[in-house]
């Protein structure tokens, strides 16, 4: 239950910082789907939060 919790924190905060993120090139990886619904787009940054995290938990670990 925890993870499913900070997957979709992780998931709302890639939402508001999609902008930023494509600049810097992290919106863009293969697994990051962006769906197109009724005249709404929905964004879906798998890779990328799997990349976060493995840095983040990299970072905890060697800290």
Do not use: N, Q
């Amino acid at each position: 239950m925890r993870w499913l919790v900070i997957f979709f924190v992780m998931l709302m905060l890639f939402s508001g910082l999609g902008a930023w993120l494509k600049k810097i090139g992290l919106g863009r990886l293969p697994g990051d789907f962006t769906l197109r619904f009724a005249g709404r787009e929905f964004y879906l940054p798998l890779a990328t939060s799997l990349l976060l995290s493995l840095l983040t938990s990299w970072l905890v670990h060697w800290v």
